[in-house]
């Protein structure tokens, strides 16, 4: 794959993760690669590979014949996502070093670009953000690979976390969680850290 085809397909990569995450595509939507291709000046190809990545990802299901479809999950499976989630991040919260002064201004940064979306219309830049600052925090733990299976987790529960976002009320919260564990993490304070980000997911988790 040359460099100019590797681009194209990175870029609808993220064009359609997007879309999907932030809920203009909904689960069980077509996905039809000839008007992604139309709307992202692209050829068929890229599109084509773009799918199959994000199939593999499991954002995308495949239908012989038919094309590709944004992945339902059902309530089992959701649970089970977040059973993972709920493990894998607590790991990573227990083995997180003390941040820089730079770090804390960036994740600061990150809440008050959120908090300017919590009375918008809308909101849905907000879903970007939040993966950005959680990860900004994940990254100070040195469990690499451990990181990596949270950002695919994240990928495929990221449409679903993304409802809670749907009052503003609870865009709020979000700002007010993402405050609280600033103010947790410097200076470090792990059990406090861990605390918080523990009630912070409940509010994301099925059937909250």
């Known amino acids: 794959m040359s460099t100019k085809d590797g681009v194209a397909v990175t870029s609808a990569i993220e064009d359609l993760r997007y879309r999907i995450v932030s809920g203009q ?7 039809r690669q000839e008007e992604t291709a139309k709307r992202l000046n692209l050829s068929r190809a890229p599109i084509r590979e773009a799918l199959r990545v ?21 309530a089992s499976e959701l649970q089970q996502i977040y059973l993972m989630l709920e493990f894998l991040e607590t790991k990573v919260m227990e083995t997180l070093t003390e941040p820089s002064n730079e770090i804390i201004g960036h994740l600061q940064s990150l809440n008050d670009d959120m908090a300017t979306y919590v009375a918008a219309d809308d909101w ?19 469990l690499d690979v451990v990181i990596e299976e949270l950002e695919r987790l994240w ?4 449409p679903y ?20 564990l600033i ?7 792990l059990d406090r850290a861990i605390t918080v980000l ?11």
């Open 183 to 189: 103010g947790a993490l410097s200076p470090l304070d």
């Open 54 to 74: 994000l199939a593999d990802q499991g954002l995308l299901e495949h239908r012989v014949h038919v094309g590709y479809f944004v992945k339902k999950r059902s």
């Open 155 to 158: 990928t495929i529960a990221a």
């Open 25 to 31: 595509l909904s689960a069980g939507e077509q996905v």
């Open 161 to 180: 976390i993304s409802q809670k976002y749907a009052t503003q009320e609870m865009r709020q919260r979000t700002v007010d969680e993402h405050t609280a």
């Open 124 to 142: 849905s830049p907000m879903v970007d953000l939040n993966r950005r600052f959680h990860f900004e925090v994940f990254r100070l733990s040195p």
């Open 198 to 208: 523990a009630e912070h997911r409940s509010q994301r988790a099925p059937g909250h």
